[in-house]
């Protein structure tokens, strides 16, 4: 599996290509802000195709280029409905390319992907998992769990540590968390060190 990210905007959000392998396709997860130019210079880099952009919420850091990669390329946006109120309007002006995400298997662009509502960060926030050929595992996390810390809550804090031990903190340790900002961690290493998670049960 092919993992290639970069921070982008003033607030460096880390935008991922997901592929099986180089010269194929693969889906753009969290095209927010300023990301259009490295995008485009990364699926050059490596001879991919998007067929589909994924949201980890609605929150303009993470989906503000939307609507002009979306137009460029043909492709719908996949956020939750719950954040559908959060898309500004350049995101947003494409409405009728938003696929509303609901929780299970996603299949796109030769991938597996689990999608799982985090609500807590945002009403609609959620992660995405996927498991290599090879075995490995990742999980995309947005702003619900960073590296030694989590997302502040636009709503119910104890929300978010709950969608945290429910649904991330009971994957293996060796899963690499890959944040919305940030450096990449694993679930061990914040099972262990993230102060924020001692009442999720981790």
């Known amino acids: 599996?092919?993992?290639?990210?970069?921070?982008?905007?003033?607030?460096?959000?880390?935008?991922?290509?997901?592929?099986?392998?180089?010269?194929?396709?693969?889906?753009?997860?969290?095209?927010?802000?300023?990301?259009?130019?490295p995008l485009e210079a990364a699926l050059s880099a490596h001879g991919l195709t998007p067929v589909a952009m994924l949201a980890t919420h609605g929150h303009p850091d993470h989906v503000a280029s939307a609507g002009e990669v979306g137009a460029h390329h043909g492709i719908p946006l996949y956020l939750h409905e719950a954040d559908g109120p959060l898309l500004g309007r350049d995101a947003g002006e494409r409405k009728d390319g938003i696929v509303p995400l609901v929780d299970g298997p996603l299949r796109l662009a030769g991938l597996e992907i689990t999608v799982s509502g985090t609500p807590g960060h945002t009403a609609g926030s959620v992660i995405f998992g996927l498991t290599s050929a090879e075995g490995g595992r990742i999980v995309l996390t947005g702003d619900s769990l960073f590296a030694g810390s989590i997302g502040r809550s636009s709503g119910d804090g104890d929300e978010l540590v709950r969608s945290l031990g429910a649904k991330v903190m009971t994957m293996p340790d060796d899963t690499v968390v890959l944040p919305g900002h940030g450096p990449a961690t694993t679930i061990g290493q914040e099972r262990t060190g993230n102060p924020f998670l001692a009442g999720t049960g981790a």
């Open 1 to 37: 599996m092919l993992v290639v990210g970069f921070p982008a905007g003033p607030l460096e959000a880390n935008c991922y290509l997901l592929a099986s392998e180089a010269d194929g396709e693969c889906v753009i997860v969290d095209p927010g802000e300023d990301v259009v130019e």
